[in-house]
């Protein structure tokens, strides 16, 4: 299925990935970031989202997702366009799942989840939507599956994380020092 595409044809849709996950899909892709030429990356991709932060999502030529902040921060995120939307609309605000620690123990990861969730049920109260109901027409409309229990999904987002090789950033000074990541997003 070609998700991008998908998207970038349907405003409704897209305007409900963007509302839900923070995820806005661009209307063509694009260079990801490069800081005015100071800023290089070890797996070439093209940008086909952006965050409402200015972080961006990039296709890597291999096939998989990478992100880059923009506090810098860089890495890969998943290892398809499937697996990257499976993990947008089953955990929006995936950046509050990265505490390494949580991912120790299936059980924990488990408790870990649904507490993140219910904090972002309440946060969402107050807005124009039912959180989990949007969630679930977002699925549907993608042809994916959404999942009370997203241990598995979140265990595939670390192990992607944390494989080699690592979607690393290097940043290069005027003076020609260079700063690198770690290409592992749980390192922070």
């Known amino acids: 299925m070609d998700f991008i595409r998908m998207l970038r044809e349907d405003n409704e849709l897209s305007g409900l990935l963007c509302d839900i996950c923070d995820v806005e899909i661009l209307s063509e892709f694009k260079t990801p970031q490069d800081e ?8 070439p991709g ?9 972080s961006e999502y990039i296709l890597l030529e291999d096939g ?24 947008m609309v089953n955990c ?9 620690g949580e991912y120790q123990d299936r059980g924990s990861l488990y408790e870990f989840a649904k507490e993140i ?11 124009e939507f039912d959180l989990h109901e949007a969630q679930q027409v ?5 042809g994916i599956e959404r999942k009370a229990d997203v241990v598995d999904i979140l ?11 690592r979607f690393i950033s290097t940043y290069t000074e005027n003076d020609g020092s260079t700063h690198s990541g770690t290409g592992s997003l749980f390192d922070r």
Not at 117 to 127: A, K, L, P, S
Request: one cysteine or more; charged letters at 30%.
């Open 64 to 87: 998989s997702i990478g992100f880059w902040g923009s506090e810098g921060e860089c890495g890969r995120i998943a290892d398809s366009l499937q697996e990257f939307f499976e993990f």
């Open 36 to 43: 005015g030429g100071h800023l290089t990356y070890n797996i």
């Open 155 to 165: 265990m595939r987002f670390y192990h992607c994380a944390k494989r080699e090789p």
């Open 46 to 54: 093209k940008t086909f989202a952006k965050a409402g932060s200015g």
């Open 138 to 142: 977002l699925a549907d409309r993608l």
């Open 92 to 100: 929006p605000c995936w950046e509050d799942y990265l505490d390494e």
């Open 117 to 127: 969730f219910e904090d972002h049920m309440e946060n969402v109260g107050d807005i």
